[in-house]
C-alpha cells in the first residue's frame, strides 16, 4: 500500500545512501520466478533497530525489534495478518523496473506469506502463495478474511479463496474472482488501495482521484471523474442519484452487494482506518504543504476539486485572501493568522465541504491503522497510526469525541529516525496490529530519489519492553466461543472474520453477546458486541435499543448506527427518536442518515436536527446540508427560512446566515443579499458569506448568483478595494463558465545571461557553513519565480516551508540539479506553437473531453510571472513540444550563485 510513484515524480527526496556497488542492485539481471529472485546472493540491508526513535510520552514503555527482513521479503507494500499469526504482503519489486521499460521477474507479481513457525516474535520461514503476471507493478492493498484473500490491484478487487487452506493458490483447487472492476489507473498510485474489515462486517475500501467507473452484481453503479483523471465522464451521476468527485471512500458487503459511497472529493486517501465504534479514518497527499489526516463524516465531500462537476482545480479557484499567512475568518471566530497553507486546496471555505481535519504540511501519507488493543498499554489504546513516506515516520493520532465531531488531534512522530541516523533508508509503507497486540510496521527500505529499487526490505515489530515471549492466540472460527474470542482479537481482519458467523447463529448468540458488552472493560471491545447483537434478530436489536438511553454518548451513537445498519426499514423510528438527543454528535448521525429520505418521510424529524445548530459548529452545519441532499429547496424554504424571516434581515443572527450559507438555494442566495445590505459585515465575514455565490447546483444558478453578486458592487459599504477584489475573483474564478481560448499571445520565460561562476559539486557545497540571514538576503533572486511567504510569484513551487522538512543536501541537491527531480505539479514543462505566437510554462489541467472539448480538447498553462491561461489544442492548430526532465529553473550559475551562496540559501530554506 505505497503511493510511490507520488514520490518518485513528486521529487521528494529521500537522502541518498546507496548505489548499485553496494550490491543493493541486480542490474538488468531477470529471474525466472520469485523463489530464484530470492535465492539470489546479494547484500540484504534492514534499518537497525537502535536507529529509531519511539515518542518520548507514548513509547516510553514499548521496544522495537525486526521481525522479518529481506530475503524473507522485498519492498513489502501492504500487509495484512491472518488468523494463524502470519504475515500476507504485496512487492514492489517492479516498481521502478517495470516503469523503465524493465522486469526483474519474468513470472509476474507475488503474494508472499511470512511466518514465525516457531513463535519466538521473529519470522524464519516465507513463501509464494500466488503470482499474477499481468498485475500492476506493486498491488496497493491485500486483506485477509480466513480463506478468503482480498487483493488490490487496479483494475480489479481480486478474491482468492484458499479452498484446502495451505496457503498455496492452486488453480485446480482454489478459486479466483474478480470481485469488482473499472477502478481508473491501473498504472498510477491514485488509485485503489486495501480493502479493510470493519465491525458490521462490511468492507470498506478508497481510492485516488484517477476516478471509477464501478459495476456491482445488484446492479448498482458509481462513476467519478475530476479535472486530474477520467474527465470524459464529468458530471456523470452514480445509481444512487449522486454527483461524486476524484477519490471516493466506499462499503461493501462481502458477497458484491450494496456498494455505498461514505465520501468522495479526496485527492489520494490510502487504505481506510475503521474502528469498532464505526468512525472511519484517513489520510491524503497533496499539493504540497497539505497533507492532512482526518476523521471522515459519512457522505462527506473532501473537497480536493471544483464542488460542480469537479473540472476546476484549487489553484484556479484559489483566492487571494487564502493565501499561507492571511487573515482569516473561521468558524469560532478566532483569527488564523499565520497559518502555513492555505485553505483553497481543500475548499475550506465553501459550503458543502467537510472541514480538512488535521494538515500538517508537505508529506506523503501512506498506510494506516487504528489501534484498539492492550497489549501496548492503556495510552496506545483508541490511536490512529498513519506512515509518513517523505518525512520517514510513523505517525500517531489520538483522537477525541467533541461537540459535533472527532478532533483528531496534532500530528506526532511515533517512530522516526535519530538525528544520527537521517541517511538511513527508512522508507514506511504499512501499519498493522496483529492478533498478538504487537504493532507491525513495513520498510520499503529505499531511496527513491535515486530513482532506483534497491531489492531489500523489513517489517518491524513494536511491543513492550517487559512483554517476555511473544504470546500468539490460537483462533478458532468453528466454534462460537472461539468465535467470540476472535472478535475480540486486536487484528481488524480477524475480528471481522468473525462478525457475519456469529451473526449466522442468531438469537442463540445474544446471551453471549450480552455478556461480552457487560463484562469487558475494554470499550472497543464492547461496541464490537453491540453491531452483532443489532443483527442477531429481535432479541438482540432490543438489546441495542435499550443503549438509547445510556449515559454514555458513545454508547448512543454506536448502537444508533448499528441499528440503522441492521434494520434499515426501523430507520425513521430511530431517527425520530434520538433527533432530540442532548448530544450534538448523536444528532449529526441521525441527520447523516436522512441523506435520501424524501421531505415528506422525513419532515417531522428535520426541525428538532435543525434547532439543535448551534450557529457555529461546521461539522454539524454540513451534517444538515447531508440531510437535505436533494432536497434543499424545500427544506429551506418550509423549516429554515420562517424561523430566520420572523426578524428583520438587519437582525439575523450568526445562525440564520449560516445556515442560509450552506443551503444556497436561491432563496437562501436572496436573503444574503439582502442580510449584507442591511448589516453591511465586515471583509471578513463579506468573503465568507460571497461563498455562497460561488456554490451552486446548475448552470442557471451560476448566472444567476453571479448577477446578484454582482448586485453588491455598487452599495457604497463595499465600495472599498478589498470588498471589490472579493466580488472579482469570486465573479471570476467561480462564476464564469471555464472557457478556453486559442494561443493569440507570446509568454515566454525569460533566460538567464549568467555571470561566469562554477559551482563545486553538492557534496563540497554541503560541507560548507551555512548563514541564514545571508541566505535570507540571497532569496531575493528565487523570488522572481517563487512564492516565500508573502514574497515573489507562483510559477514554480511555493518555498514558505519546502525546506523544513528535508536535509540540506536535499535542498542543495534541488538548487544545484533543478531538472534532476522535478516537484509535483511541476513535471510537465511545455512550450506550445500557434503561428507566431508561443507559450511556454507548466502545463496542468489536462481535459482530451473537459471545457474545452469543442476543440478537443484544453489545458492550463501557468506562464512566468505566475498567470495561468486555459489553452485549446488539436483542432486549434496548436504545436505541443512537452520537454522532458525539464526544469524552467536555472541553474546556481546562471544566477550568479556562487557556493557560499548557494549554501547560505540552504540554510533560510532549512530554518524554520
Known sequence: MARLRFLLSVGFSLLYLGNIALGQSDGDRRFPD????????RVNRHVPPASFQ?????????????????PLLFSPVAMDMDAQGRIWLTEGIEYSTTQAGRRRVAAGKSIIVVSDADGDGKADESHVFVTEKHIRHAPLGIAVFDDKVVLSASPEIIIYTDVNRNAVFEPEIDKREVFLSGFRGAWHDHTLHAVVGSPSGQWYFSFGNCGADVRTKDERRFVTSSFYHNSRQAGVKSSDGHLYL?????????????????????RNTHDMAVNSFGDVYQNDNDDPPHCRATWLMEYGNLGYAGLFDGSRSWQETAKSWE????LLWDWSGHSLL????TPSHWRENYPGTMPPGTIYGSGAPVGAAFYEGDALGPRMRGTFLSCEMVRRELQIYQPKLTDAQIEIGPTRSFVGLRPRAKREMFLPTDIIAGTDGALYLADFYNNTSAHNNFPSGTIYRISRKDEGRPNRPQVDYETTVGLIEALKSPASSVRATAVPLLVSKGEAIVPGMQQLLQTEDNHYVQARAIWVLAQAGRQGRVVVEELFNSDDTQWRITAYRALRFANPDGLLGYAERMSSDESASVRREVALSLRDVPFEACKHILPALIAGFDGKNRWYLESLGTAAAGKEATVYSDLIHPTSAKRPHRAWTKRDKNLAWRFHTPQAVDDLVKVMTAQKPSIDEFRHLAMAFASYSSESELAAYRTKLESLRGNEAFSGEEYQRTIDEIAIKDLTKPKGTLLNGHYTVPGFPGKGVTNSDVETIVALKGNALRGKAQISLCCACHRLGKMGVEFGPDLSEWGQPRTIEQIVEEIVHPSKRLAHGY?????????????EGIATNFSLHGPGSEYGGSFNVKVFGGKTHKILFRRGGAQIEVLKNHSWMPPPSELGLEDQDVRDIAEYLKSP
Open 34 to 41: 520469485r523463489e530464484s529472485f530470492a535465492r539470489q546472493e
Open 54 to 70: 519511539l515518542d518520548g510520552a507514548l513509547g516510553e514503555e514499548l521496544k522495537i525489534e525486526v521481525w522479518a527482513t529481506s
Open 246 to 266: 476524484g477519490g471516493m471512500a466506499m462499503r461493501i458487503n462481502p458477497d458484491g452487494t450494496g456498494l455505498t459511497a461514505i465520501g468522495h472529493n479526496l
Open 323 to 326: 493565501t499561507p499567512g492571511s
Open 338 to 341: 499565520g497559518r502555513r497553507h
Open 827 to 839: 513535471e510537465m514543462s511545455i512550450r506550445v506553437t500557434r503561428g507566431r505566437h508561443v507559450a
